[in-house]
Each structure stands twice: as structure tokens, then as C-alpha cells.
């Protein structure tokens, strides 16, 4: 079996659990395992696949032995250190505690690490932690390799990595770092030992500078930034245009009307849309995405890298493509007056918005013109005299796509399908790319046309793969579960909102309703916010499970392989289908599970990534602001204070309850309050307040604010030292471990 091709290791390391599995305590050889794996298959991929499984905390090696976790009577968990230097072990990031380590039987296991733990037989005592005792009997992986963060020189000269990860409580003394200031950015790789230090592998400079904290949020997630050579050479091996004979047996549509509409800044125009009228007013709807698996082919350096990378990511001042420039802002951009190989979905669209008919073909277009979500708005909402000789026939296309947008926005409502609309705050960056400015996200009549058509393309398409029974990635959106659910509920009903008891099979109407309950009122963003913290992730899978918040049976993502490897997947398996391959495109069955996992993370890696570049930006703009008020909305209510989100800026701030001296507030976690004991002031969720910037911490990326007309307190306001925070997470979970049931269950 070739180990080339992505998402190959998944066949090999479930074959190799299930034998694992099958002998229990017993347990194998690596050479047993190599004699009876039902697979030809190297040693050294073999190695590897075990090791994966190790990695995952699925298998372990002990004594020279092959076992399945399940199977012995060790416990796998991710290492939480504490500020004493003990640690916690959970079988999660988020979930529950079960053994308490201490520091001595830690060996050499760092935050993060994932381990197999031995149980002492005997519980915790002078600890907070009444649980049982567990000791590190193997690293099974080293969560941390490098690090990025500043340096602290302390009296003596030493000199201590301050890591960029404000969560991350660990002691790393760095050497050899003469010459780099304590302001700067490094990137540390860490030496383990009974006392682990840090070497200086790079200096990312100070975060004033433009495009440091950029190199410092790509350092952090590891995310790849060059391209190798071999991938940079193959992308440069194809011709700047297509030519003649590569659109030779593809549909020719270059004389049809055929737009993108993109932002003002976008450098990449993978899918473009074109409208006609058939029959008694059918709508015939093209969406035509670029072709670019006809030049990213499976095996290749070029494929590898895309699936490394899984995704394109994207940030205020530039983005990290999935594939090279010369693909992904050249030969595969849809670029107007010049022929594009494309994909195109054809569908017949009725004036009640059902989906008469769909057909795929391999197509060429040329696009007549890049239109820009603002300049489409502009024409559509404020037209004036000279548009008809400025655009022409583009004119009557754009009409005609508005109203087909209203018929599929429609359609789709009345179905259940739910319509967030988050506003979020982008930053504008000044000529030296420093921020200048935060301004409202924009989504526009242009915006709802293209992800209307987008919507139906992705839900034909997968529709026509699932019910071909062709193999393919598609994006799966489960139901919330009941837990959320009941904890959305209670959220919800202090604020007088009605939500049903009953969670069984909850149709997505319902939350549907949620928001039509608010719509237009100042209180839709946050309302919004909470429902969408009740979904669950959306993810790439093999399964056809359909997309819950669409309401949606079938759904995938085929509008944008430029960017997402999962599109790219999909679009292969679409090719094959038009060219009677169906059975030939079977042999990618058994890689797709581990594809689908692996591109799920990518993805959620750059949007975590994109968020904390985001909030750091706009807190350092902020940092220019301490004393301004602002408007804001209590978004979270902590027994410690409140959380703000400042209008217009979207982004967060607390209130920390010793800041709010007027009364002494207790909080009411059933109604998610905190109420003055005295005066009976209540402070609850999506209560507008006007707050004051009294802080700014860069180095946890948050902001202190105080209430507008509070009297100051005896201790003033600051962001917490680490140390106090670590008593604050230590307090929480105190709580946590305390409370009832309920209470744990709803911070999960």
C-alpha cells in the first residue's frame, strides 16, 4: 500500500488497533503485528502508523510489547500543570480531572503532554484535589516541542521564556539568547530534562513592527509558511493561461455572461455565477469554480503540500495560501477577459425555489467582468442613469441573480434553515501596516447572492455524489445535543425568550425562532453569538450526515479547492463521475477518514489562529485608549465579573467584580446574574452598559474595564498577575468539582 497519498496512514493504523484490539492483555510483537496486519506494507510504515496510534493515546508500547490502550490497566490524559508545580491529568482539554500528579512523578512530562498514567491506589491529601494519586509511566506525546514568547530577565540575569499561550504555566529558563531584548519575540526549542531550558532557534522581532505579530501567531500554530522548492516548481511548470488544447472536449462557455463578485482586496477569484431564464421563468443557475484539481494531481509534491496544509489562512495584512502564488492568484483565479478552466454546476431553479434539475460538466469560461460586493450593492440598491451603458448586459444579470437570491433565501427559511448574521469587526491597517481602525463587518445584498448560489451549488453536488455512491469528503453538521441545548434553555429564559422542553429530535425552526424573536432588536448579536455556541463543529467526514444549521440532507463543499484541500477531494470524485470512473474512484474509501480528520484540524487551526491575531491587534489598538468610555453588552457573567463586549469593536473585556464597589454583588448562576445584596442591582446577560477602558493586558490579549459611575474600589483595577489567575482557574474548579451536577455539565 502506497504511503504517498494523503490520508494513507488511517487504513494502516486501524488495521493495526483492530489486531491490537482483538488481543486484549495479551497484547503483540512489532513483528507479530507486521506478519498478520492483512496489508503489504513496509516495516517503516508500519513504525509509523503505531506511533500515530501512540501519539493519539489509542495504543501503547510497554516492555516491548503492543497493546491497546483500552486494554491495560493504565489511564491515557493530557498533563494540566499547576501553579505548585503538580499536575492534573484529563482525558480532554475541557473535560474533567481524574488523577492528581506531583511534580516528582511528573518525570519530565510537560503541559500538554499526553502520557500514560499508573494509579497509586490511594487519594490525593494536602491538595484542593481530592482525587486518586497517579504516577507518569511513559510520554506518549510531546505536545511541545518549540515555543514562541518574550524573555523576563529576573536580578541574577537568568532569563525566562514568558510564553505567548497565556494558559500555559511552565518554568523555561533560555540560554544563549545574549543580544535579543526582552521585548522581542522568540521561537524556543525546548530541551527536556529534570529542569528543562530553552534554546533560541529564531528572533521574531517586536510586536510594534508590522507583520511581527503575524510571524508570531504562525510560529505559535505551526503553521507552514514557505512552500518547498519541489512544491514552488512544479506550481511554475504551467503556463501562465491555459491553452487551446487544454479546454479541448470541455464545455465552451466563454461567450456567456459570466461575473465574479468578490471583495475590493480579494486577490484570488475561484468561483464566478452566471443566470438565464428557460422555460415558464425557470431560472437556470451556473456557478463555474475553477478547475484546480486539472492541475493539482493526487501524489504529486503540489498535492501533498495542500493537503499539509489543508487550508488557506487568512489575515488582516496577507494571507497563507493552501498552493503557490502562481496557481492560486494565477493560473486557477478566474481573472475577467482571459479563458479559465472551470467546474461548472448547472441548476434549474422553479420560482418557488425547488430545484427542478442539475447537471455538472467540465467547462472553459472567460469571465466579463470582477465585480466587488460594494460596487454590486451600489447598483442594486442606489442604480443610477448611466449604469445600463456602464455594465450592460451584466446589468440585467445582476437583477436577475438579486431575485433568485430572494427565492433561495426564502425557500430556505421556510425549510428551517438558520440564518446567522454575526457582525464582527475588522481592523483597518495603515500604509506601515499598523492598525488605524476597527470598522463594522460588512454583509450586503452582494455578499447573500453569493452564498445563496454557493449554498445550492455545494447541496447539489453533494446530492449527486451520495446518491452515486461516490466516495468523497462531505461537510457534516450534527444536531446539538441535549446538554447544550438545556443550557441554551436556561440562558434564554431569564431574558424571556421562548424555547422548547423537549430536545428530542429538535428541528433547526426551532432555533430558527430564537432568532427571529430578536431580529432587529440590540440584543440579535448576542443572542446570535449564544445560539451559535450551542451548535456543535462543523466537520469533514466520509458520512453523508447532512448539515444541521442548513437543515440541509445533503451538503459538501465544492465552491473553493484554491483554498480548501476537502473541495479539491470532492471535485476529484465529481470528474469522476463525468467520466465514468466511479469505480476506479473507490480505492479512495478507506484513505477519507483520515483525511476528513486531518482537514477538520487544519481548518480549526487557522480559524483559532485567525481570532487570536484579530484579538491582538485590536487590543494593542485599544492601548492608545485607557481612560475612553465605551458602549458595550454583557456577554458572560462569572461569579469573578463580567464580560463586555464593546460595541461596534467587537471585542471583550471584564469587569472584575472588585471593581464594582457600589454594592456586594452575589452571583446567581441559575439566572446568569450577579445582583447587588443591598440595593438589588442586577447586571445579567445582553444588559447594554457603558464601561471604561481602565487597562490593557498584551500579554493575555484582554482588556479591564469598570462600570461607568462606580466608585472606586480599594484595590484598583488591573489585569490579574498569572499567578492570580491560576488562583482563579484553581477557585473555578474548586467550584466545578464541588457543585452539582448540573453546574459541571453546563461549563462543559
Same mark, same amino acid.
Given at each position: @500500500?502506497?504511503?504517498?497519498?494523503?490520508?494513507?496512514?488511517?487504513?494502516?493504523?486501524?488495521?493495526?488497533?483492530?489486531?491490537?484490539?482483538?488481543?486484549?492483555?495479551?497484547?503483540?510483537?512489532?513483528?507479530?503485528?507486521?506478519?498478520?496486519?492483512?496489508?503489504?506494507?513496509?516495516?517503516?510504515?508500519?513504525?509509523?502508523?503505531?506511533?500515530?496510534?501512540?501519539?493519539?493515546?489509542?495504543?501503547?508500547?510497554?516492555?516491548?510489547?503492543?497493546?491497546?490502550?483500552?486494554?491495560?490497566?493504565?489511564?491515557?490524559?493530557?498533563?494540566?500543570?499547576?501553579?505548585?508545580?503538580?499536575?492534573?491529568?484529563?482525558?480532554?482539554?475541557?473535560?474533567?480531572?481524574?488523577?492528581?500528579?506531583?511534580?516528582?512523578?511528573?518525570?519530565?512530562?510537560?503541559?500538554?503532554?499526553?502520557?500514560?498514567?499508573?494509579?497509586?491506589?490511594?487519594?490525593?491529601?494536602?491538595?484542593?484535589?481530592?482525587?486518586?494519586?497517579?504516577?507518569?509511566?511513559?510520554?506518549?506525546?510531546?505536545?511541545? !516541542?518549540?515555543?514562541?514568547?518574550?524573555?523576563?530577565?529576573?536580578?541574577?540575569?537568568?532569563?525566562?521564556?514568558?510564553?505567548?499561550?497565556?494558559?500555559?504555566?511552565?518554568?523555561?529558563?533560555?540560554?544563549?539568547?545574549?543580544?535579543?531584548?526582552?521585548?522581542?519575540?522568540?521561537?524556543?526549542?525546548?530541551?527536556?530534562?529534570?529542569?528543562?531550558?530553552?534554546?533560541?532557534?529564531?528572533?521574531?522581532?517586536?510586536?510594534?513592527?508590522?507583520?511581527?505579530?503575524?510571524?508570531?501567531?504562525?510560529?505559535?500554530?505551526?503553521?507552514?509558511?514557505?512552500?518547498?522548492?519541489?512544491?514552488?516548481?512544479?506550481?511554475?511548470?504551467?503556463?501562465?493561461?491555459?491553452?487551446?488544447?487544454?479546454? !479541448?472536449?470541455?464545455?465552451?462557455?466563454?461567450?456567456?455572461?459570466?461575473?465574479?463578485?468578490?471583495?475590493?482586496?480579494?486577490?484570488?477569484?475561484?468561483?464566478?455565477?452566471?443566470?438565464?431564464?428557460?422555460?415558464?421563468?425557470?431560472?437556470?443557475?451556473?456557478?463555474?469554480?475553477?478547475?484546480?484539481?486539472?492541475?493539482?494531481?493526487?501524489?504529486?509534491?503540489?498535492?501533498?503540500?495542500?493537503?499539509?496544509?489543508?487550508?488557506?489562512?487568512?489575515?488582516?495584512?496577507?494571507?497563507?495560501? @493552501?498552493?503557490?502564488?502562481?496557481?492560486?492568484?494565477?493560473?486557477?483565479?478566474?481573472?475577467?477577459?482571459?479563458?479559465?478552466?472551470?467546474?461548472?454546476?448547472?441548476?434549474?431553479?422553479?420560482?418557488?425555489?425547488?430545484?427542478?434539475?442539475?447537471?455538472?460538466?467540465?467547462?472553459?469560461?472567460?469571465?466579463?467582468?470582477?465585480?466587488?460586493?460594494?460596487?454590486?450593492?451600489?447598483?442594486?440598491?442606489?442604480?443610477?442613469?448611466?449604469?445600463?451603458? !456602464?455594465?450592460?448586459?451584466?446589468?440585467?444579470?445582476?437583477?436577475?441573480?438579486?431575485?433568485? @437570491?430572494?427565492?433561495?433565501?426564502?425557500?430556505?427559511?421556510?425549510?428551517?434553515?438558520?440564518?446567522?448574521?454575526?457582525?464582527?469587526?475588522?481592523?483597518?491597517?495603515?500604509?506601515?501596516?499598523?492598525?488605524?481602525?476597527?470598522?463594522?463587518?460588512?454583509?450586503?445584498?452582494?455578499?447573500?447572492?453569493?452564498?445563496?448560489?454557493?449554498?445550492?451549488?455545494?447541496?447539489?453536488?453533494? @446530492? !449527486?455524489?451520495?446518491?452515486?455512491?461516490?466516495?468523497?469528503?462531505?461537510?457534516?453538521?450534527?444536531?446539538?445535543?441535549?446538554?447544550?441545548?438545556?443550557?441554551?434553555?436556561?440562558?434564554?429564559?431569564?431574558?424571556?425568550?421562548?424555547?422548547?422542553?423537549?430536545?428530542?429530535?429538535?428541528?433547526?425552526?426551532?432555533?430558527?425562532?430564537?432568532?427571529?424573536?430578536?431580529?432587529?432588536?440590540?440584543?440579535?448579536?448576542?443572542?446570535?453569538?449564544?445560539?451559535?455556541?450551542?451548535?456543535?463543529?462543523?466537520?469533514?467526514?466520509?458520512?453523508?450526515?447532512?448539515?444541521?444549521?442548513?437543515?440541509?440532507?445533503?451538503?459538501?463543499?465544492?465552491?473553493?479547492?484554491?483554498?480548501?484541500?476537502?473541495?479539491?477531494?470532492?471535485?476529484?470524485?465529481?470528474?469522476?463521475?463525468?467520466?465514468?470512473?466511479?469505480?476506479?474512484?473507490?480505492?479512495?474509501?478507506?484513505?477519507?477518514?483520515?483525511?476528513?480528520?486531518?482537514?477538520?484540524?487544519?481548518?480549526?487551526?487557522?480559524?483559532?489562529?485567525?481570532?487570536?491575531?484579530?484579538?491582538?491587534?485590536?487590543?494593542?489598538?485599544?492601548?492608545?485608549?485607557?481612560?475612553?468610555?465605551?458602549?458595550?453588552?454583557?456577554?458572560?457573567?462569572?461569579?469573578?465579573?463580567?464580560?463586555?463586549?464593546?460595541?461596534?469593536?467587537?471585542?471583550?473585556?471584564?469587569?472584575?467584580?472588585?471593581?464594582?464597589?457600589?454594592?456586594?454583588?452575589?452571583?446567581?448562576?441559575?439566572?446568569?446574574?450577579?445582583?447587588?445584596?443591598?440595593?438589588?442591582?442586577?447586571?445579567?446577560?445582553?444588559?447594554?452598559?457603558?464601561?471604561?477602558?481602565?487597562?490593557?493586558?498584551?500579554?493575555?490579549?484582554?482588556?479591564?474595564?469598570?462600570?461607568?459611575?462606580?466608585?472606586?474600589?480599594?484595590?484598583?483595577?488591573?489585569?490579574?498577575?498569572?499567578?492570580?489567575?491560576?488562583?482563579?482557574?484553581?477557585?473555578?474548579?474548586?467550584?466545578?468539582?464541588?457543585?452539582?451536577?448540573?453546574?459541571?455539565?453546563?461549563?462543559?
Amino acid at each position: @500500500m502506497s504511503m504517498t497519498r494523503p490520508g494513507a496512514e488511517g487504513p494502516v493504523r486501524e488495521h493495526a488497533y483492530n489486531l491490537l484490539d482483538k488481543t486484549g492483555r495479551e497484547g503483540m510483537t512489532f513483528p507479530e503485528i507486521l506478519r498478520q496486519i492483512d496489508l503489504d506494507i513496509a516495516s517503516d510504515d508500519l513504525e509509523s502508523a503505531l506511533r500515530s496510534l501512540e501519539a493519539r493515546g489509542r495504543a501503547v508500547e510497554v516492555e516491548d510489547r503492543w497493546y491497546a490502550a483500552g486494554h491495560t490497566p493504565y489511564v491515557v490524559g493530557i498533563v494540566e500543570v499547576l501553579e505548585t508545580g503538580d499536575a492534573l491529568l484529563r482525558p480532554g482539554f475541557r473535560e474533567e480531572a481524574e488523577v492528581f500528579i506531583r511534580r516528582r512523578n511528573l518525570k519530565g512530562a510537560l503541559p500538554g503532554d499526553l502520557v500514560l498514567v499508573r494509579r497509586m491506589g490511594r487519594k490525593a491529601r494536602d491538595t484542593d484535589w481530592k482525587l486518586p494519586e497517579g504516577s507518569v509511566v511513559k510520554i506518549l506525546d510531546q505536545r511541545i !516541542e518549540t515555543l514562541v514568547g518574550t524573555l523576563d530577565t529576573v536580578a541574577d540575569g537568568r532569563r525566562w521564556l514568558v510564553p505567548f499561550d497565556p494558559k500555559l504555566s511552565l518554568d523555561l529558563e533560555v540560554l544563549e539568547a545574549e543580544g535579543i531584548p526582552d521585548s522581542h519575540y522568540v521561537v524556543v526549542r525546548v530541551e527536556r530534562g529534570r529542569h528543562p531550558t530553552g534554546t533560541v532557534v529564531e528572533d521574531l522581532g517586536n510586536p510594534d513592527a508590522p507583520g511581527v505579530d503575524t510571524k508570531v501567531v504562525l510560529r505559535h500554530y505551526k503553521i507552514p509558511e514557505e512552500f518547498p522548492r519541489a512544491v514552488v516548481e512544479e506550481a511554475d511548470s504551467y503556463p501562465p493561461d491555459p491553452r487551446p488544447e487544454d479546454w !479541448e472536449g470541455r464545455e465552451d462557455l466563454r461567450d456567456r455572461v459570466i461575473i465574479t463578485i468578490d471583495g475590493v482586496s480579494a486577490r484570488d477569484f475561484d468561483d464566478a455565477v452566471s443566470i438565464e431564464r428557460i422555460r415558464d421563468g425557470v431560472f437556470r443557475l451556473g456557478v463555474h469554480i475553477a478547475d484546480v484539481a486539472h492541475y493539482v494531481q493526487e501524489g504529486t509534491p503540489l498535492d501533498s503540500e495542500a493537503y499539509r496544509r489543508g487550508t488557506s489562512v487568512y489575515y488582516p495584512e496577507r494571507a497563507i495560501p @493552501m498552493l503557490p502564488e502562481g496557481l492560486s492568484n494565477g493560473l486557477c483565479s478566474l481573472r475577467p477577459g482571459v479563458p479559465r478552466l472551470t467546474m461548472s454546476a448547472f441548476l434549474d431553479i422553479s420560482r418557488d425555489g425547488k430545484i427542478l434539475h442539475r447537471r455538472f460538466a467540465q467547462s472553459v469560461i472567460r469571465s466579463a467582468r470582477r465585480m466587488t460586493y460594494t460596487e454590486v450593492r451600489r447598483i442594486l440598491e442606489e442604480p443610477q442613469p448611466g449604469d445600463a451603458e !456602464e455594465y450592460g448586459p451584466v446589468l440585467m444579470t445582476l437583477r436577475e441573480m438579486h431575485l433568485l @437570491m430572494m427565492i433561495l433565501h426564502h425557500a430556505r427559511l421556510k425549510r428551517g434553515s438558520i440564518d446567522f448574521d454575526l457582525p464582527e469587526g475588522n481592523v483597518e491597517l495603515g500604509t506601515d501596516g499598523t492598525v488605524v481602525g476597527v470598522v463594522p463587518g460588512e454583509r450586503n445584498v452582494a455578499h447573500r447572492i453569493i452564498e445563496e448560489f454557493m449554498l445550492a451549488a455545494n447541496e447539489a453536488v453533494a @446530492m !449527486e455524489l451520495e446518491t452515486r455512491a461516490v466516495p468523497a469528503l462531505y461537510r457534516v453538521h450534527d444536531a446539538p445535543s441535549p446538554d447544550r441545548l438545556a443550557e441554551l434553555r436556561e440562558l434564554l429564559r431569564p431574558l424571556g425568550i421562548a424555547f422548547p422542553a423537549n430536545f428530542d429530535n429538535l428541528h433547526p425552526s426551532a432555533l430558527q425562532g430564537v432568532l427571529s424573536q430578536v431580529t432587529g432588536s440590540p440584543a440579535e448579536p448576542f443572542i446570535s453569538s449564544i445560539v451559535l455556541r450551542t451548535m456543535q463543529r462543523a466537520l469533514y467526514s466520509p458520512e453523508c450526515r447532512g448539515h444541521y444549521a442548513l437543515a440541509s440532507r445533503y451538503y459538501c463543499h465544492f465552491t473553493s479547492p484554491i483554498r480548501r484541500y476537502p473541495d479539491l477531494v470532492v471535485h476529484r470524485s465529481l470528474k469522476a463521475i463525468l467520466h465514468g470512473q466511479e469505480a476506479e474512484r473507490m480505492e479512495i474509501a478507506d484513505r477519507l477518514p483520515e483525511m476528513g480528520e486531518h482537514t477538520s484540524f487544519t481548518e480549526r487551526r487557522a480559524e483559532q489562529s485567525e481570532r487570536d491575531l484579530l484579538q491582538w491587534k485590536k487590543v494593542r489598538f485599544l492601548a492608545d485608549r485607557i481612560g475612553d468610555t465605551f458602549r458595550g453588552r454583557i456577554t458572560g457573567v462569572q461569579p469573578f465579573g463580567l464580560f463586555v463586549q464593546l460595541e461596534d469593536l467587537y471585542v471583550d473585556g471584564l469587569v472584575p467584580i472588585r471593581t464594582m464597589a457600589d454594592d456586594y454583588y452575589v452571583y446567581e448562576s441559575e439566572s446568569h446574574r450577579l445582583i447587588g445584596s443591598n440595593s438589588r442591582r442586577t447586571f445579567q446577560l445582553a444588559d447594554p452598559v457603558e464601561v471604561e477602558l481602565t487597562g490593557v493586558s498584551l500579554r493575555h490579549r484582554g482588556l479591564d474595564l469598570k462600570i461607568v459611575g462606580m466608585p472606586e474600589s480599594d484595590v484598583r483595577p488591573e489585569w490579574p498577575r498569572p499567578k492570580e489567575r491560576g488562583e482563579e482557574r484553581k477557585r473555578g474548579r474548586r467550584e466545578e468539582k464541588e457543585g452539582p451536577k448540573e453546574r459541571r455539565r453546563s461549563r462543559r
